[in-house]
Structure formats: structure tokens, C-alpha cells
């Protein structure tokens, strides 16, 4: 009944305004009854199909028109105009907004508009649908309103649109006020401002309303501080807040209309020669509980307009740094509650804003800032809650803590090699052109922003920003793309290549085809100077249980002929030897027994070891040692001495260098700590030690790594060997999980490092151990730490204690270089359990790393490995990688100034009393290993099974050999036929270790030679399908001198493939003349594949090289869908997605870069023409899927990966063998998964993967700069497609992942 009645009421209504259009009053009933009647008075009628129609008179099917009235606006009836442009909808609003179009159509005004407006607002204020739809995409609602706003002339009418607009956008968020600006109602409002402020005198409310509003708008508005500079805003709000200090109502939008002006670096100049600064420091001032709301504002105001550089300066000048600092430690004293941490955030966003210029920090500094935040920031700690204030605290204090000078002589290397060549071009050229009194350390001065040039620089084009940035760095000229095979040398050039390759020539009539037994191996080379078990100190006398005692020398002569004539570290008195050499035998024979490579020496053996002599045997007396015999141990079991005498032993006679006697005979247990639960059970019997030896071959010899070491030749001549490459390492028998980030770390860590400057008395700044200082004094008490890096790949320049147990370690660059400080190796002693020892390695230059992502540095225990427990275990607690207070100079930098050094901070607990341990960024695998695994293959490996060649490839710069590997099946016989399908064999090129820092590299190599030298019957079908060619590694020099990327010419070998220089990269010249070679006999491999690590990237992944993949990044799909291409260059990453646990398909890319156009990769595939050219990266770090999720990885991880990528290349050579060739068409489809992909470009010179990483509950700024834009490192700096440091300042909404399945 009510409905029909409204019905009926509303129908009345209309016919009355129909009858009486003439009369003002008659608009007005029809406006009542049109916002009174219900929907189911018929105002809206739906259709059957659910739709709505428009609306009608319920009493009529057709519209009414309604006669215009004379003096009044001519309203139509709402029958007359049923909807507006392509609104439907069943609101009351519909009519409204349709009444106010005719009032703007008929450009009247009366109180119709007024009562309309208001009406409208009133179901604004209260119906979020109504704002809805007046927003609706289509909707002309907004259209209307500001069509009135800009015409009426009417005060009422324009303060109820004005709070009109000032509902939708609230409520609506940025959508709404985007929607409000692309109508252009910013326009509109800054003339409406205009127009208001040339009134006299001033509608306070309607200033009020057009601030607020555009306060909400501007931001959305791109244009804006141009629109609002053009217009003459500006000196508008300036002048009403200082004309309205003491009006809150008013300042309060004022305020924050300026804050929004001042996003437009020209505006902020503008304002502050206009006194702005001034003016807000007006309204700022100590702890008050009245306008609170006001004070926020003007603080955030505040900190927008000290961005600029030029009201900053103004702001130092007047001493408002002091100022602020006052201002907040007033609150902070009086918030106690912490009601007001907002306003207390405000002041420190303002100081971070004046300390980015170099006046700001300087009075931040002189006004005592760096305590008084330390201070405060101290006492906030203990309210989760005030984590932003501890934050920006930390942000400032890091940014104004002054920078310090790395201390050392010169940024150079500590070692110098003489280039045979000196580059015309380039780093290396422009070092050795420096003065030599040049200060290379340091800048004068740390930055040059002190010319306002905001000014000049602005640019109108603000809507730029927003532009989808475009990767220049991606090749987009096809024709450079496409493959092109050059043979760069002659056929007559490349014939110097053929002695490496007599499989394709040899008959193998000379083969005696059955099988053999291994070989026994026998050394041949020259020896060279003294070889020395290193400690980390000089050895003390009279206390022979300490393992600091382990220094041993080796006897050996320069020459055999001139051993006689020169004293040697270690003489053997001959007639001892001739005496006792029964004896010796005889103990010796009864000590050889084998132990398992799994469990390593049995703690009764190892016991004995206090003592450890490298000397050369006699081999009589040690035959049990011989590199021939089938089964050795994995950490051989040398001649052992004791510092104590037993009774019982005979004495042997050996002199050490010191002059002292020394027992060798049956083991003694002496000078090792033991384990009860493990030693209770065990003798000293020999033979109680013998276990199972596994079936493989066993790699580690130590006493043949003393042999290969002797010929190792490195620029400082190391005489010494660090214990983890002597004894060998083991995988440990547990998992390693990734590491939980603490909360808070970073800042606690950077709180530490402050207090250095605010109580510099505790520091004790002492150096212990300084490569560049050869006559340093080494500390004598007991409670310092001892170092030592002087062993082949070891890399530690100095170290400086900083309290008790904390050290600041500085790591050397890499030869004739001045930066690539990453890699680190060096030995720990003289340490105490149950110390937390902190160490800060302070000058790494990579701008983030997995550190900060759960990856631990890695520890080698002595006193371990002794006690059965040979390897290297993730360790370090509060670990933490952050931007430091040291500065590089311009020369490290590339020219750019201020550049910051970053800090690798770890915290050990060490579990033995005076152990000496060992430090790595990563597993170590030296040159001697390397050289000790392949000598031990060679002998053990089967020749009638197995074709086995280790030739030398060329010799490096500093003299050392370059081993080539070949690897294939023997022929069944020397038949034609068995010796044609030897010979056809396909080609498959591996090489590893461009840069020696990524030492899981070689680890990964070693599985792939180990598994390709094993009995497997997979490994024997392998080397059945194809013929390996291996460069295990292709930088020596590098490597052996401790190098993190270059080699001695102090250049990145992986960026000399296009034009290689045989005199300073002969290692790659050669290489790549390998490659040339086969292409020149139609030999071409069928995969290339570098093999890599990746320091800021988990799980193992690949990059190749495809033209369609690389041109669809461009965004010209037109031109991608031209382009046909071979799909083959994704089956392996697939196939090895599938079957290796490690892998991760997803983080693999085959986007071309003109930035790696001279690597490895690019050159094979573009040169050569090798389509399957592949860079294979593994994580130094750990994985974030499958298997081995969450957990750090190890060499066994990264050996299994290498021999899964055997197990891959035999899964390539069935699907593209002839008979196979038809391939699954999901397998080499790709279009679907680059449709899918969303590969986001973040540097102008580096394509990346993005990290995928998750956010720290804890906000990192790795930045010590709060303005730190694009911190994009050398090209040359930067690792194969490692992130640049522009995707650390990404929010995790703009990181994607790549997915390229």
C-alpha cells in the first residue's frame, strides 16, 4: 500500500509541475518529489531481463515535456530527462545531477542550484553509493559539478560542490582524485583560487574547501606544480599563512597545499626565497599538547621543502639544524606516552632532508646530532612500536658519520706484477699512469652538491617519469644478433691447434685395446722454494700442545745439482737416515692402511698430529703412500711428528729448522684436544683403523698436493699451506639451513659502529696483522687474535683490532687493480671459547649480497678436522651486509666521487682454546687441487675404457700451466668403422673458473669430471655420444693469487672473448682458438657452457642466448613474430629443470645484452656459432625451491649439479639424435611462457632477473644516503646479469620474477 501511494504521490507531483512550469515553486515540487520517491514508486522500473530503465512517470508511458517559466530556470521534469550520458542507475542522485546540467545548459542561476547542490552533498556525505557512482568509469556526474563550479557565480553553491568534491575524494583514495584530475578539475580549482583570493575580504571557509581539496589532488596530478607556479598560486597559500598564523582552521590546509607545491623542485626555490623556511619555524615548536595536528603538517611540510638544496643551505645558515635537534629532544622527553611519535618523526624527516647536503651534516655534527640521536634512539629501542624513529635515527647518523679513509698506503694491490704489455686503454691503463704521489685512498671531498642547479635543471616534462623505462642495454639490431660465424684467424693460424686434437687423427693402430690396469702415477716437475704449513703468528716455544706449533718446512732444492752446496729449512742428517731407514721402514709399513674418504683420519691417528712435516720421503720408506696404489687415503696419513718424546719410541733423527730432534715412530696422542664419547672405543692401533673404501676414485692426496704446490708459481712466492687445502675437505653429514635474520641486526650493527665516533676512547685501534707493512709487530698477549692470508688463494690485506674482540679486516684488490674486494681466505688462532668475536670485513664493493638473505661465511677447523671432522661448516651469527663510513676515491670508482664502501659483519663463537681456523666467502678449490684431482684421475682411471688426455693449453703470465682436459670413450677397436664413429663423435666445450672468487665453479666442475671419469654405465654412454674438451680453469693466476674477478692484467677475462690479447689473456686467446679450430674443421660443438657463480641470486640457473627472446624484451612484438628460430637452445635448461634438484628454470634468461657482447657466452654463440652457448650460474648461497628449499648449498650439492648436467647432455643427445629428432612441441614452445614473463629492466647498462626476495620485517636500507638515487655500479664491476643496485630501492610490489619455463 505505501508503494502505491508513493507512486501516486510521485505521478501527482509530476502532472502539478506540468501544469505550473510558470511558477518557481513548481520546480521545487518536482525537485521534492523526484528525491522522494522511493524505487518502487516507479521512479525506476526494472526491465524483465534485470536491466534498469530509465526514469518515467508512473502514470505515463512517454516523456513530459515541461514548458520553460518565465524568470525562473527552466527545470525539466525528471520524465523529460530520464538518465545522463551512459549512467544508468536507480538513485535518486540521477535526477539531481540531471537538474543541475539544465541549470548549467540554461547558464541561470538561482536558488535552484543552491538547493540542487546541496542536496546532492547531503547524499554524498551520507550514501557511499551515490560517490560511487558519481565516479563510475563513463559517469559525466564530475563533468557537471565542475561545470557549475565554474560557472556560478553563486558563494553557496560553490562552498556545497567544493565539500562535494572533497567527499568523494576522501573516501575514495588516489582513484577517485586521479578520476577528479582527468576531468580537469586541478585546472578549475587553481583559477577558482585565484578568482577568490582578488575578493576583499577573503571567504575563509572557501579557502578552506579549495586547499583541501587541492591538497588531495595534487599529488595526482603530475603536472601540478607547473599548473599552480603559472597560475600564481603559490604566493596565494604563502600569504595566507602568514596573514593567518594564529588561525589553524585555515594554516592547516594552507600547509599542506605548500607541502604538495613543494614537490616540484622549481616551486620549493620559489617559496623559500618567498621566507617559507622561516615561516615554519613559526609554527614549529617544543612538546605542546594544543595543535598537534598543525605541527605534523608543518613538519612534513618542513622536511619536502628542505629537499631542496637551496632552502637546506638557508636553513644551516640560520641555525635551524640546532633548532630542530632541541625541538626533538623536547619531545622526546615530554611524549611519554608516545601519542605524538608522528610529530617526532616529522623532526627527523626534516633533519634527514637537511643533512643530504654537506653543510647539513657538518652542523648536524657540530651540534653534537650524532650523540643526541644515538642517545635517544637507545632509549626507544625498547618499544617495538618507536621502530621508525630508531630507523630514520639510524639512516641520519650513518649518513652524517664522517668518511673515513680506508687505512691503507694506496687502494692498489699490496702485490705487484709487471704486465708484459701495458693496455693503451682502460683501468689498467689509467693506473699505471697515476703519478706515484698521487693519494688514491680518498676524494678531497666526498661530494660536490654545493651548486644549487635546481633551478636551470628542472624540466617540464614531469609525466616522463612514468614512461616505461627502456633497456638501451638490450641488443635490438637483428643483424647483429644473428649468429655469425667469423673465423677471426686463418686456417695456416689455427693448424697450431692441432696437436690438441689427435683424436680426430689418431687411428689407434698403436692401441693396445684391452684392458689395463690404472697407471701408477708418477710426478714429474720442478721443485721450487720452501713449502710452509702456515700459523697465523710466529711459533711459541715450550708449549707443544698448542697447534700454533704446526709450522713445518720442506726440504727442497731450487736444483737437484745444488742440493748439496745450500742449506735447506730442513736437513736430514744422512747417517741418521742411513741408520734408522730400517727402522723407519718397518713403522711405516706396519702404518699403512686405508681409511674411508667418507670418514677421514681415525682420531687415534689424528691425535698424533702436533706436528705435521711436508718432507720429502724417501719412497722405501713409504710405500704404502705411492700415488700408484688402488686405494688411498682422503686425507693421507703422513709422517707424523710429536713435540713430546715417548720413551717408548725410537728416535728417527729428523731435524726441523729450529735444530730440535724430534720422535717419529708409533702414533702418540698428544696436543689434540679428545673426545670421550668418541675416543673411548678406539686404539692405537693402525689397523683399527681401516674402513671401507668407497668405489670411486679418491681424489685427495696431501702429499701429492705438497708436490703440486712446490711447482705452483704465485707473485708473492708463497712458501706456505693453509691446513683445509692440505687435509682436504669433506661434506659434513648434516644440512646447513639458511639463516634467520635477526631483527634489527643492521641497526644494531650500525649502532655499534657509531659509538666509535661518540666514544672514540674505547677504541683500540691496533694493528695486528698488515701485508703492506712487512715489519709490523705482532701483538704478544694472549688474548689477541693472530691472521694470516700468505697462502695460495688466501686474500687478507689487513686488520685492525677494534675493541676486545672486534676486528675490522681489509681484503686486498686484485692485481694491478684497485677494486673487486670480495673473495676472502685467511686463518684465524689464538682464540678462546666462549668468546663472541665479531669481525667486519669493510671494504667489499658489491651494493648487496646474499648475506643479508640467510648466507653464512664458511669455517675450517684444524682442531676439527683432527678430530675426524675435515670440512668446511656454515658458521656466524648476526650477519649483516651494509653501506659503511669508508669512501672510495674516483680512481676506484670510475670517476664518480663518494662512492661507499660496504661491510660483511659476522659474530663466531669458537669452540677449541687456540685452534686455528680458517675463513672463506666460499668453499676454496685452489690451482694445486685442481692440478691434484686431474693427476689423480689420470692415474686411476681405466684406459681401455676411458680416452683420457690432460694436455697443457698455454702458459699463464706469471708462468703457470693451463690443463685442457679431453674426456671420451675408447673405440670399440681400430677398426674403420668403430674408429669413423669415434672421430664423429659430437663436440661438447666446457670451462670454468673465468673469475676466481666463484669457487663453486671448480666444485661444480669437479662433479662433472668425476662423473665423466666414473664406472657408471650412464657416464660410460656419455662418453660414448660425445667428446668432451675442458678448460677446468681458465684464470690460474687469479686464483692462485687470491684474485676475486681478474687476472694478473687487472682485467675481467670473461669481457676479452671478442678481441683476446695473446699477451695479456692467453688463456682465452687459446680457448677461444679451440673453439675457432673445430668450427674450422665442420666440428662444431653442440654445447658451449661456462660454468659460473652468482653472489646475490639463489638456486642454479642458466643464461643463452636466443634473437627472438631478445627482441620480444624490446616490446617490439611485431618484429619478434618475424623472427624464426631453433627453439633447441631451451631443451637442455628444461631438461635439467626436471632432473636436477638444484635448478631453477625460472631464473634463467636468454636475453642478449650489448654489456655482455664480449663474454663467453655471447662470442661462442655469435662468432662461433655454437647455438647452445650457455653461462650456467650457481648460487654462492643456498636454494628457495625443490629439494634442497631453504638450505645452504654445499659441495656436495654443487658436485651432484655438475654431474646432472652430464646426466643432461645425455638426455640432449637422445631427443636430438636423427632417429629422435621429432621433438615434443611443448618441450621447444616458448611464445605461451614469454607471454607469461614479466621481466622488469632496472639499469640502463644491466639486464637482470629480479631478486626474489622476501621483504625483512625489519625495513633494510642498504643506502647510507637518504637521496641515494641510482647507485649503479662499473660495468665492469658488475657480475654476469647481477642485480644493480637501483633494484634495491624497488618495493616489493615492482619486483617480479622472470619466468621463462
Known sequence: MRAGSAAAAAAAACSAACSAASSAAAVVAVAVAVA???????????TPGGGRRGIRCASRKQPVALPAASGAAALPSPCQRPVLTRLTNNSRIVGLLAQLEKINTESTESDTARYVTSKILHLAQSQEKTRREMTAKGSTGMEVLLSTLENTKDLQTTLNILSILVELVSAGGGRRASFLVAKGGSQILLQLLMNASKESPLNEELMVQIHSILAKIGPKDKKFGVKARINGALNITLNLVKQNLQNPRLVLPCLQLLRVYSANSVN??????????????????PFSKKNSGLMKVALDTLAALLKSKTNARRAVDRGYVQVLLTIYVDWHRHDNRHRNMLIRKGILQSL????????????????????????????????????????????????????????????????????????????????????????????????????????????????????????????????????????????????????????????????????KEPKPFVFEGKVRGPIVVPTAGEEASGNPGNLRKGIVRTNVSPKADESDKKPTCVDLAKEDIKDNDRTSQQQLGDQNRTISSAQGLNNDIVKALDRITLQNIPPQTAPGFTAGAKKDYSLPLTVLTCTKACPHMATCGNVLFEGRTVQLGKLCCTGVETEDDEDTESTSSVEQASVEVSDGPTLHDSDLYIEIVKNTKSVPEYSEVAYPDYFGHIPPPFKEPILERPYGVQRTKIAQDIERLIH??????????????????????????????????????????????????ILNSDINSNHYHQWFYFEVSGMRPGVAYRFNIINCEKSNSQFNYGMQPLMYSVQEALNARPWWIRVGTDICYYKNHFSRSSVAAGGQKGKSYYTITFTVNFPHKDDVCYFAYHYPYTYSTLQMHLQKLESAHNPQQIYFRKDVLCETLSGNTCPLVTITAMPESNYYEHICQFRNRPYVFLSARVHPGETNASWVMKGTLEYLMSNNPTAQSLRESYIFKIVPMLNPDGVINGNHRCSLSGEDLNRQWQSPNPDLHPTIYHAKGLLQYLAAVKHLPLVYCDYHGHSRKKNVFMYGCSIKETVWHTNDNATSCDVVEDGGYRTLPKILSHIAPAFCMSSCSFVVEKSKESTARVVVWREIGVQRSYTMESTLCGCDQGKYKGLQIGTRELEEMGAKFCVGLLRLKRLTSPLEYNLPSGLLDFENDLIESNCKVTSPTTYVLDEDEPRFLEEVDYSAESNDDLDTELAENAGDYEPSAQEEVLSDSELSRTYLP
Not at 705487484?416 to 704489455?421: D, I, N, S
Not at 703492506?772 to 685492525?800: H, M, Q, T
Open 36 to 46: 522522494s520517491a522511493s524505487p518502487a514508486a516507479g521512479v525506476c522500473m526494472k
Open 268 to 285: 620549493s626555490v620559489s617559496l623559500g626565497k618567498n621566507g617559507v623556511v622561516e615561516l615554519l619555524f613559526k609554527i614549529i615548536g
Open 352 to 515: 634527514k632532508s637537511v643533512t643530504n647536503i654537506k653543510l647539513g651534516r657538518k652542523a648536524f655534527i657540530d651540534a653534537n646530532g650524532m650523540k643526541i640521536l644515538y642517545n635517544t634512539s637507545q632509549e626507544c629501542l625498547a618499544v617495538r612500536t618507536l621502530d621508525p624513529l630508531v630507523n630514520t635515527s639510524s639512516l641520519i647518523m650513518r649518513k652524517c658519520f664522517p668518511k673515513n679513509r680506508l687505512p691503507l698506503p694506496t687502494i692498489k694491490s699490496s702485490f705487484h706484477f709487471q704486465l708484459p704489455v701495458i693496455p693503451v686503454t682502460g683501468p689498467v691503463a689509467q693506473l699505471y699512469s697515476l703519478p706515484p704521489e698521487v693519494d688514491d685512498v680518498v676524494d678531497e671531498s666526498d661530494d660536490n652538491d654545493d651548486i644549487d642547479l635546481e633551478a636551470e635543471n628542472e624540466t617540464e616534462n614531469e609525466d616522463d617519469v612514468d614512461q616505461n623505462f627502456k633497456n638501451d642495454d638490450i641488443e635490438t639490431d637483428i643483424n647483429k644478433l644473428k649468429p655469425q660465424q667469423e673465423p677471426g684467424r686463418t686456417i695456416e693460424e689455427l693448424k697450431m691447434y692441432e696437436h690438441l686434437f689427435p683424436e680426430l687423427v689418431d687411428d689407434f693402430q698403436d692401441y693396445d685395446l684391452i684392458s
Open 760 to 809: 672514540q676512547s674505547d677504541i683500540i685501534d691496533r694493528v695486528v696483522y698488515d701485508l703492506d707493512n712487512p715489519n709490523y709487530a705482532i701483538p704478544e698477549e694472549g688474548d689477541i687474535l693472530k691472521f694470516n692470508s700468505k697462502f695460495e688463494s688466501g686474500n687478507l690485506r689487513k686488520v685492525i683490532q677494534i675493541r676486545k674482540n672486534e676486528y675490522d679486516l
